[in-house]
């Protein structure tokens, strides 16, 4: 608690307050709604480039912190972002199915599956910036050019999927709260996915950044 | 002493990096003392005190704080040392008092009238942010912190390096101030005037090794230096531990036993002059 404190107070950049209200990109017509979470890997990519610039992780290290606590305790801070947003598209999933539904031609729907591509989204950000970033932390652009390439990969990919792959198709991007079962199940498996790469991603972290020589 | 009692013991410490070696570095700290740790720049002490401290992982060696060894007892060792370094730029554009409040939730044994304290003897205020502050004040507002935290080991990486005359005088002060409390210093520097106005021992590195571990006064004792206005006469030659060339002539660096030996009109060197003949010699 301690250390998020400190990734709150010290680290946490404006874009991190901002990007999660992009979630209302889902009122817009026809948008891919998962790039909302692209803008938010954006506000981590932010945070670790002005940690960078602020000798942050010189700075804990002179704190009775552990490497591997520096590590998690900015991955929580990214989570908690993460979730921020996924609370807010909650909301604004609410508020669209409020105002009247419609198609979506340019990926998913604005339904419970949104959710889970945003967990997707996520733990595929995860698994790729931060090993990428804790083996260098002066290559913080390199990581996150990596990231979202893959992110954006799959953005496109869940578009294409929306079209091309019948359960996709007819189950998953369609209006709640048909097919609501199978929508919570894949939404479910996509947080498993997501906790799971998350773990992963840390564990790799801290291997790589227990031997990491820090430049002062 | 036993290392248990020294509040840091360096044994054998080695980091090989592909243009420079740090090899197999030791030493010892005595309790209550000044240490000056001295070189040129890239002989090895940022190294050194970067591996000392974690930041870069050394190859082979040991690190005891107070008998506790620093990759499995960090968390309880932090607890007792501030590290103060001249590049410290931390959060530039935060208030003091954020960095402040966040710091101290680090540190059980906070305390908050030395931290007061702290920052009215150095004239800090806590709104001003670390860009709008001197190199000076930076330095002074990492010891507050430091102090606040009741560290009884200040390991600090060049603080006076950057400083105006005046604000070195003053920061010299400070360490001695810090002493006479009872804190152990270990201050890195290739200023060694600062250090002959405080240090009690010396640590001298070249190139990596540690070539001299002793009291102030017991190195400069060691050597003589003679002052030529011409050439320098063969039997000082010979006993040369280093030379340079000055206005006037040359200056030669002698053992002091050789210079007594051989009568020649020497006079004690100060440490830069030490430092600086033995460097030119080990370039030569």
């Known amino acids: ?216 | 002493m036993a290392a248990n009692d020294s509040p840091l013991d360096v044994q054998g410490l080695t980091k090989n990096y592909p243009s420079f070696t740090l090899q197999s570095v030791s030493f010892s700290l005595r309790p209550g003392a000044i240490t000056g740790f001295i070189g040129r720049n890239g002989a090895g002490k940022t190294t050194t005190l970067n591996s000392i401290l974690g930041y870069v992982k050394k190859d082979a060696g040991e690190v005891r704080f107070w008998g506790l060894d620093m990759e499995r007892d960090a968390d309880r060792i932090k607890q007792r040392i501030g590290f103060v370094s001249a590049g410290m730029t931390y959060y530039t554009r935060k208030p003091l008092k954020a960095i402040t409040a966040v710091t101290r939730s680090f540190y059980p044994a906070w305390d908050g009238a030395a931290y007061q304290n702290a920052l009215k003897r150095f004239g800090l205020e806590e709104s001003k942010t670390p860009a709008a502050l001197s190199n000076g004040m930076k330095i002074k507002y990492a010891l507050a912190l430091a102090l606040s935290h009741r560290a009884e080991l200040l390991i600090l990486d060049e603080p006076t390096s950057g400083l105006d005359p005046v604000s070195r005088e003053e920061l010299v002060e400070i360490f001695l101030k810090l002493r006479d409390e009872g804190k152990t210093i270990l201050f890195s520097t290739h200023i060694t005037s600062d250090l002959e106005k405080c240090a009690d021992q010396i640590l001298f590195i070249q190139k990596g090794r540690l070539t001299a571990d002793m009291p102030i006064d017991e190195f400069t004792d060691a050597y003589r230096l003679l002052e030529c206005e011409g050439d320098v006469p063969a039997q000082a030659q010979a006993l040369s531990l280093g030379e340079r060339r000055t206005r006037k002539g040359r200056t030669v660096l002698i053992r002091r036993q050789d210079a007594q030996a051989a009568a020649l009109p020497v006079r004690r060197p100060e440490l830069e002059e030490i430092m600086v003949h033995l460097e030119k010699e080990e370039e030569r």
């Open chain 1, 1 to 216: 608690m301690k250390l998020l404190k400190k990734e709150l107070r010290l680290c946490l950049h404006p874009t991190a307050y901002l990007m999660p209200l992009l979630s209302a990109l889902i009122l817009v017509p026809n948008y891919p709604y998962t790039v909302s979470c692209f803008y938010v890997t954006l506000s981590i990519f932010f945070i670790c480039l002005s940690a960078r610039e602020n000798h942050d992780a010189a700075y804990t290290l002179s704190l009775p912190v552990a490497r591997k606590d520096a590590v998690k305790g900015r991955v929580l801070l990214s989570c908690c972002v993460e979730t921020a947003q996924m609370l807010l598209l909650a909301v604004f999933l609410f508020l669209k199915s409020k105002i009247g539904y419609e198609q979506n031609a340019a990926g998913m729907d604005a339904n419970l599956a949104l959710l889970g591509e945003a967990f997707l989204v996520y733990g595929l950000f995860h698994l790729l910036f931060f090993p990428r970033l804790y083996r260098d932390l002066n290559q913080v652009g390199k990581a996150f050019a990596v990231a979202s390439c893959a992110v954006f990969l799959y953005i496109v990919l869940s578009v294409v999927f929306t079209y091309a792959v019948p359960f996709v198709r007819d189950t998953l991007d369609t209006p709640d709260p048909e097919h609501q079962t199978e929508k919570l199940l894949f939404t479910a498996a996509c947080a498993v996915f997501y906790a799971a790469a998350t773990v992963l991603s840390v564990r790799v972290s801290i291997k790589r950044f227990e031997q990491m020589d820090l430049q002062l």
